[in-house]
């Protein structure tokens, strides 16, 4: 145990003192929060751009609805001939001029409508204009079979079903997307680890390797022990990594937003085109019962039970992905031979995140969730994605959580013991590189 | 119990490549032992065993009386043929480390360290990082390493490889002086000369088997070949020896003109060497008589070049 603990030390020590991953650990949020403040910037300025457009409007139509909304300013013109707006309007560097003729009806007006710009004019332009013009011709065409103004903004009111579960319980909209993208974060972010430190385990057994420091080494400790070491140590070195990542970027976030006066919220928003569709679903998204319900289930997503469950996959499946890492790096003499051995290795993750987004969001509990849930490989992220809908009634059944935990630590305790073995063996063997076949006869040594 | 270590009956395989064949042999306590045998012979599989970096498949170790566990570990010190050390850490702070996996404490293995880093003059390269070091200076620190914890039994694979012949000498020194202190050696090497000088054992291993072992002086009586190395100056002119003594050198003949000396070698029975040295001594001036002893490094192309034809 006090050997372990040396080898943890060292491993640590060595890891948080290397210049690059210094580097790496007070850049990234820098960068990150730089990039964040950029888009917000973009997003600003973007939002600030006004596009004006004259209305040369000499119908008795259309006398109210042009009004100025987030991009578009609209000015009316008056008196002038269309000849002499369109040159005004190019001298004065306006976005376009829209035309609406003298005509007897409604439809004849919007039938010979133009609109004028410099260049092929933009979409949302485009799109804000086609919605006026939508709208006042359906008022128009239901007026016409007796429907009142009055009666007809009634009609324009959206409108959302309400549901709720068999036991009860209100949902909203999205609810489901919105669970798996809680569980969704953990399990990316177990990914992540394993890809980056388990990199880093197989790295460093390479490094001892090509120094050959390894028989010295091995004079003192037990193979088992010093891969063990490692891993813990890399591991150990990378949670300081994030914690150091979470806060110093939170802190730097908090910092930005009160000195340059960016409001968080812009990065939320989507420029949404115009429109009554648009308008339709806004009203749709936006309407306080459903960010109030959203807001209830993030509360009532068990956050013990996913931390706790995260706690538990993340250390079962890091163990087992980067002691697969560290048997690779006993295996081979230098980095470049690792790749054909590493394919396997991403390919669950891969497959796991996958499966993840295309079916786990829209089915929790479907056949495919759950097999990829119980699967040792890709359970730590899948059933974390499932997680946040609890366990028991409407979640993940109990059975599956203890069933997809046991196979873990099976398999846990099985690749360990099989990659303890490779590593015995591989960390002194030198020259070419092994096949599959040579592994598997290492086993037996 | 005179015996350091015991090896009895070990054998290893690797997949269907059998790497030691039923070796059996007695390391003596506070003396140095010669390890020998080709490249690829099982020398290197047998040092693993001892350092419980791989195990016996076949076959018992006994360190000091006792069979061979993992707290043997401390009392054993171990410098592998294929060696090195991590290249970014600081010297002072990587002998420590290694050190400490050895069983000492921080305090002790400080102290230990700061000793021999004076007593092989690199005391000031504690804060320098390996990388910094040329190769000679690395297998200095490696060279205490090895040795810094004291153990009874020290395993040196070829310790003067990227030495200068200088700190050659100095490690030989180093390695007696262990010796004196009572540790017990074993020593494997190609170089025949160090084995020469230093060791009072050896054992040899070739294909997997123990072919010979013994003390080098027995060993070495067991394959002379009653050959003897004469200087001698006749009195009377300058006859060839083989008139003389009515027959033939092994080696030789050689005549100095200037000093009317002859140079050669005989093959004499025992009942045959008085009559001889009588003859020699009446009829010439004898300047030396010497037995040809065979060197260690004869010893080994013969017996292994047996052992070839044998198989």
């Known amino acids: 145990m006090h050997k372990l603990g040396l080898i943890i030390r060292r491993e640590y020590l060595a890891k948080v003192r290397n210049k690059s991953f210094v580097i790496m650990t007070f850049l990234s949020p820098i960068l990150l929060v730089g990039m964040i403040v950029l888009i917000a910037y973009l997003t600003k300025v973007n939002d600030n751009e006004k596009r004006l457009v004259a209305v040369l409007n000499e119908s008795p139509f259309f006398k109210t609805d042009f009004e100025s909304k987030r991009g578009i300013s609209f000015v009316p013109l008056h008196g002038i001939g269309l000849e002499t707006a369109k040159d005004s309007v190019l001298d004065m560097g306006y976005y376009g001029l829209l035309y609406l003729p003298q005509r007897a009806s409604l439809e004849g007006v919007t039938e010979d409508a133009f609109l004028y710009t410099k260049d092929a004019p933009n979409t949302l332009v485009l799109e804000t204009l086609e919605g006026i013009f939508e709208d006042r011709l359906r008022e128009y065409r239901l007026q016409q079979l007796g429907v009142s103004s009055e009666e007809y903004a009634r009609v324009r009111m959206g409108y959302e079903i309400n549901t709720a579960t068999f036991s009860g319980q209100r949902s909203a909209k999205g609810i489901n997307e919105f669970k798996a993208v809680v569980g969704g974060a953990f399990g990316y972010l177990i990914m992540m680890f394993i890809i980056i430190y388990g990199g880093f385990v197989m790295r460093s057994v390479i490094e001892e390797k090509t120094t050959r420091i390894i028989e010295v080494i091995i004079s003192s400790v037990r193979p088992f022990q010093l891969m063990l070491g490692k891993i813990i140590g890399t591991s150990l070195a990378g949670v300081t990594q994030f914690l150091i990542w979470i806060f110093s970027a939170s802190l730097l976030m908090i910092a930005v937003m009160l000195f340059l006066d960016i409001d968080p919220a812009i990065l939320m928003q989507r420029p949404g085109p115009g429109g009554l569709e648009a308008s339709l679903a806004q009203s749709a998204l936006s309407g306080d019962d459903t960010s109030q319900l959203l807001v209830e289930e993030f509360l009532k997503i068990p956050m013990g039970l996913l931390v706790g469950c995260f706690l538990i996959y993340f250390v079962l499946g890091y163990l087992i992905y980067s002691s697969i890492y560290a048997a690779i790096g006993a295996a081979v003499d230098n980095e470049t031979d690792t790749q054909q051995f590493i394919f396997p290795i991403i390919m669950p993750l891969m497959l796991a995140i996958y499966v993840g987004f295309f079916s786990v969001f829209s089915n929790p509990h479907g056949p495919i969730a759950v097999a990829f849930s119980i699967f040792p490989l890709t359970s730590p992220i899948v059933m974390l994605m499932r997680l946040p809908g609890g366990v028991g009634e409407g979640g993940v059944p109990l059975w599956q959580l203890l069933a997809s935990i046991a196979l873990l630590l099976v398999t846990f305790l099985a690749i360990v013991w099989l990659a303890a073995k490779i590593y015995r063996v591989g960390i002194l063997m030198y020259g070419k590189k092994p096949t599959y076949r040579e592994l598997y006869k290492w086993l037996k040594y | ?311």
């Open chain 2, 1 to 311: 119990m005179n015996s350091i270590l015991s090896i009895r009956e070990v054998s290893k395989f690797y997949g269907s490549y059998q790497a030691l064949n039923a070796v059996s042999l007695e390391i003596p306590r506070n003396s140095i032992y010669g390890l020998l045998g080709p490249n690829g012979a099982g020398k290197t599989t047998l040092i693993r065993i001892i350092n419980q970096i791989t195990f016996p498949d076949q076959g018992q170790v006994f360190l000091d009386g006792e069979p061979l566990a993992p707290h043997h570990i401390a009392q054993i010190g171990y410098l592998p043929e294929e060696r090195g050390l991590y290249k970014s850490m600081k010297v002072g702070e990587q002998a420590l480390y290694l050190a400490q996996l050895k069983g000492l404490s921080r305090a002790e293995a400080k102290q230990q360290l700061k000793y021999w880093f004076e007593k092989l003059d690199i005391g000031n390269w504690w804060h320098k990082k390996v990388q910094e070091l040329s190769k000679g200076m690395a297998q200095k620190v490696q060279f205490i390493v090895t040795v810094l914890h004291r153990p009874k039994l020290l395993i040196f694979d070829e310790p003067f490889s990227g030495f200068d012949p200088i700190n050659a000498a100095m490690i030989k020194d180093q390695i007696l002086e262990l010796k004196e202190g009572g540790a017990s050696i074993i020593f494997s090497t190609h170089r025949m000369e160090s084995v020469e000088e230093l060791c009072e054992h050896i054992g040899l291993i070739h294909r997997s088997n123990l072919i010979l072992e013994g003390k080098l002086s027995a060993i070495k009586k067991i394959h002379k070949q009653n050959r003897y190395e004469i200087r001698w100056t006749p009195l009377n002119g300058t006859p060839a020896p083989e008139e003389l003594l009515g027959r033939l050198p092994v080696i030789g003949p050689h005549y100095d003109a200037e000093d009317n000396t002859w140079d050669f070698t005989l093959e004499l029975q025992d009942s045959e060497k008085g009559e001889l040295l009588r003859y020699l001594s009446e009829h010439g001036n004898l300047a030396s008589f010497r037995e040809r002893i065979p060197s260690v490094n004869d010893i080994f192309i013969q017996t292994v070049q047996k052992q070839e034809s044998h198989a």
